[in-house]
């Protein structure tokens, strides 16, 4: 049975969306803000957040840029906010989905379903090695130079997609349909999962080397760069 943590403020939202998961077949845990989530997810990790962004005391940005120091498992924001600046702050950090508030709790759990499938995805094959990186997709792992790097569900699964196609050219599209997120709303998306890699696996985020934007087009990997 999956465990899913619901980190929401407002005691009506929480009840509702715990009563209505657990119908469906999964164990819910819950707490009130991002303080008591983080101390839930050392009790026992879940196995996907739904984290609320306006909450007294920790909200929920500060919750995910703690809990994504040191976990990839699946976020989604629920929030009453549909900006495209809140949503890109969200995806910086890490989240990997968004329901706005008010939601209907069947595109909630569509929403739920979708992520932890993903995440959950069998692997076809052990570690690959292009240049300076490493991806192990049974381990669902990766390095960069030897490091090992701490990726998010999402960036996880575009590293995938680019080290088993190096130097091919993927349109922003092509790589919103390979994450399943088009329900995000726009390319944007893809811009701000490539400019976190950057920030992870470049020596010089400034000056990427080996995710090269190929202008009016999309990303490549070159990862003879890095070499």
Same mark, same amino acid.
């Given at each position: ?5 619901v980190?929401?403020?407002n ?10 998961l657990a ?15 983080l101390?839930e997810?050392?009790?026992e ?7 609320d ?17 040191s976990?990839?498992?699946p ?7 549909d900006?495209e ?10 989240a990997d ?7 209907s709790m069947a595109?909630l759990?569509?929403r739920?379903r979708?992520?932890?499938?993903? #995440? ?10 292009v ?21 998010t ?7 995938d997609?680019?080290?088993r196609h190096p130097q091919?050219?993927?349109?922003r ?5 390979h994450?399943q ?9 893809i811009d ?6 950057? #920030?992870?696996?470049e020596e010089?985020p ?12 999309g990303y490549?990997l070159?990862?003879e760069?890095?070499?």
């Amino acid at each position: 049975m999956k465990t899913i943590l619901v980190v929401e403020d407002n005691a009506g939202i929480r009840d509702m969306v715990r009563e209505y998961l657990a119908e469906h077949g999964y164990r819910v845990r819950v707490a009130s803000n991002g303080t008591e989530g983080l101390l839930e997810t050392r009790h026992e990790p879940p196995d996907l957040i739904l984290l609320d962004v306006m909450m007294p005391g920790m909200d929920g940005l500060e919750f995910l840029r703690r809990y994504r120091a040191s976990s990839g498992t699946p976020v989604i924001f629920l929030t009453a906010r549909d900006s495209e600046i809140d949503k890109v702050l969200g995806l910086e950090l890490g989240a990997d989905d968004y329901v706005t508030k008010p939601f209907s709790m069947a595109e909630l759990l569509a929403r739920v379903r979708a992520n932890l499938r993903r #995440a959950e995805q069998t692997p076809t094959s052990g570690p690959i090695r292009v240049g300076e990186l490493e991806l192990d997709a049974t381990t669902r792992s990766f390095r960069a130079r030897g490091e090992r790097v701490n990726l998010t569900r999402s960036e996880f699964e575009l590293m995938d997609l680019l080290v088993r196609h190096p130097q091919r050219v993927f349109t922003r599209i092509e790589l919103l349909e390979h994450l399943q997120e088009e329900a995000l709303g726009s390319e944007r998306t893809i811009d701000v999962h490539v400019r976190n890699l950057r #920030a992870k696996i470049e020596e010089e985020p400034s000056k990427p080397r080996l995710l090269e934007t190929v202008y009016g087009i999309g990303y490549r990997l070159n990862p003879e760069a890095g070499a």
